[in-house]
Nanobody, 115 residues
């Protein structure tokens, strides 16, 4: 099994930047998809960005051009660089790992963007 621990959340003013990290408890080599999702109060969890083990990425339309997902297999870590943050980006951000039928989530990290 893989355990995920997110970090890097916090409070930032609109227009600012944050970088989230998701550290896996073991190697992330192999066929898998890792991603970031978010959930704002009163809303459903939604996809932010995903990256495959081959490096293919996909983004929600709302973050395209502002957020960048990347991964370091050597460090067993996935990152989410968030620039030009908006108040509507405020949410708990969750890391996800999927490989075959295995699917696991981190505990989440809060991102708050003030106007």
């Amino acid at each position: 099994q893989v355990q995920l621990v997110e970090s890097g959340g916090g409070l930032v003013q609109a227009g600012g930047s944050l970088r989230l990290s998701c550290a896996a408890s073991r190697s992330i080599l192999g066929i898998n998809v890792m991603g970031w999702y978010r959930q704002a109060p009163g809303k459903q969890r939604e996809l932010v960005a995903v990256i495959t083990s081959g490096g293919t990425t996909n983004y929600a339309d709302s973050v395209k051009g502002r957020f960048t997902i990347s991964r370091s297999n050597a460090r067993n870590t996935v990152y989410l660089q968030m620039n030009s943050l908006k108040p509507e980006d405020t949410a708990v951000y969750y890391c996800n790992y999927q490989s075959g039928s295995f699917d696991t989530w981190g505990q989440g990290t809060q991102v708050t963007v003030s106007s």
